[in-house]
């Protein structure tokens, strides 16, 4: 999970200012963390997670970030059974089920997943002007015919700025599985990552969606194929 954990470190920015204790907190785990003290990020993540959310900046970055560095350092330090706990917590409070398609990514099936994906992503745009949506087809209809290659380079074309739609975090979360199907372990994890932290356009709508969660899965189901 050591990839995972730069990747992570290198997306995220101290609070310039703390403005309170769970702010210098989290300023505190990050640090350690992003030094590799996986043990002391566990235990000053866990300390202020529960209060983080009543700090929270209008955005909800703040409990966003807190929530997602504590699921890193447990992972990162060994801690699996917590991990497990934690995950199982936020997917509860987001009401959350993995989808149809990550199921079927779990069933080593990736050209039925990508299919569904495809779906999703239909149903997220109305604006023919929006390319998220087509840059998800692009990549089923490579994958469709084997072509990984495609789909990835299609994946990891730009979107346009959506507001409060989910096709950044659906569109990595699906660069990272193209990736896991040529087992090339750190750039899936990167991509999942990437996933796991991308936010909205619109600050108000910067919430844990469901493609988050699922990059968070993804992480977790495949944490035992990533060195160190």
């Known amino acids: 999970m050591l990839a995972a954990v730069v990747v992570w ?34 235990r000053e993540f866990a300390a202020i997670v529960p209060y983080a959310r009543q700090y929270e900046a209008s955005d909800g970055r703040e409990w966003i970030n807190a929530a997602r560095g504590y699921f890193y350092s447990l992972l990162a330090s060994g801690d699996d059974a917590d ?5 199982t917590s936020l997917e509860t409070a ?6 149809q398609a990550d199921r ?28 998220g ?14 072509d990984v290659d495609g789909a990835e380079t299609d994946l990891q074309s730009p979107v346009n700025d959506c507001g409060s739609c989910t096709i950044n975090s659906l569109q990595l979360l699906m660069l990272g599985e193209a990736y896991e199907t040529q087992r090339q372990w750190p750039n899936a994890f990167s991509a999942w990552v990437r996933a796991a932290n991308a936010g909205h356009v619109v600050p108000e709508f ?19 194929h990533q060195p160190g």
């Open 9 to 42: 470190c290198s997306l995220q920015t101290l609070i310039a200012s703390p403005a309170n204790a769970a702010e210098s907190g989290y300023n505190q785990a990050e640090q350690s963390l992003c030094a590799g003290k996986f043990d002391d990020a566990r």
């Open 83 to 87: 991990a497990r706990t934690f995950l």
């Open 94 to 99: 987001q009401r959350w089920q993995p989808h």
């Open 104 to 131: 079927l990514f779990w069933d080593e099936k990736p050209q039925a997943a990508f299919a569904a994906y495809a779906v999703e992503a239909s149903s997220l745009y109305v604006d023919d002007s929006d390319v």
């Open 133 to 146: 949506d087509r840059n998800v087809l692009s990549a089923a209809l490579a994958m469709s015919g084997g």
């Open 206 to 224: 910067d919430t844990l969606d469901e493609w988050n969660l699922s990059a968070l899965e993804m992480l977790y189901y495949y944490r035992a």
